[in-house]
């Protein structure tokens, strides 16, 4: 498969799995799409780096000029910028932040890996690299009697900032839809036909 084949068929399969969801919680901020956050000018190392955590980080003007790259070296030079920015300590060697972030995405890819998908893509993956894990994780009743349970992350109401600034939601909740788990939007599914009775 080609490089650009390849990214087209990971955009149409995060696509179809709605990876880049929403939160149920209005205060976050509303993830972009795949198709927008995606750089098909790009190598598949490079061309799907905002997909995930990247995009809640990062400002309009990071993502704006992430897609206007058109060769893996401005990318990178976007990359190595845009942590330069984030860099708590730059008088020393390394970048607290970036490496809290690496070792957040690696876990993540370790544990909510799924669908095909490395963890740091998936909606948990992203909850849980900017947040760390949870601190209660349970399960509730669906909204819907055919839906599986939902999994519901709780952060505590004094809980810190996480790696975008903010301080997380206090409840994200999650459901599995086929190979896939996403945020849970009430009332997304689509009524049932009734079938009445004609009078």
């Known amino acids: 498969m080609t490089g650009m084949r390849r990214v087209a068929w990971i955009a149409v399969m ?20 795949v198709e927008e956050l995606m750089n098909p000018l790009l190598s598949p190392d490079y061309a799907l780096w905002l997909v995930g955590p990247i995009a809640r980080i990062a400002t309009r003007e990071e993502i704006e000029s992430y897609l206007r790259a058109t060769s893996d070296e401005e990318a990178r030079e976007v990359i190595d910028e845009f942590w330069r920015r984030r860099d708590t300590a730059p008088a ?3 970048n607290p932040l970036r490496e809290r972030f690496e070792e957040r995405v ?14 740091r893509r998936t909606d948990r993956g992203t909850i849980f690299v900017l947040y ?3 601190a209660e994780e349970r399960f509730d009743i ?9 999994l519901v992350w709780a952060y505590p109401a004094d809980a810190g900032e996480g790696l ?7 409840l994200y909740r999650f459901i ?12 997304r599914r689509p009524p049932r036909p009734r079938f009445d009775r004609p009078p």
Do not use: C, I, Q, W
Request: glycine fraction near 12%.
């Open 14 to 33: 995060l696509l179809a799995a709605g990876v880049v969801g929403e939160p149920s919680l209005a205060r976050a901020r509303k993830a972009e799409s």
């Open 164 to 170: 975008d600034g903010k301080r997380p939601e206090r």
């Open 176 to 187: 599995k839809r086929g190979d896939l788990t996403t945020f849970f939007t009430p009332n």
């Open 142 to 150: 669906p909204e819907h009697p055919d839906d599986p349970p939902l």
């Open 132 to 134: 760390g894990p949870p």
């Open 106 to 119: 690696a876990e993540a890819d370790r544990l909510y890996s799924e669908a095909g998908l490395p963890g």
């Open 92 to 94: 020393y060697a390394g």
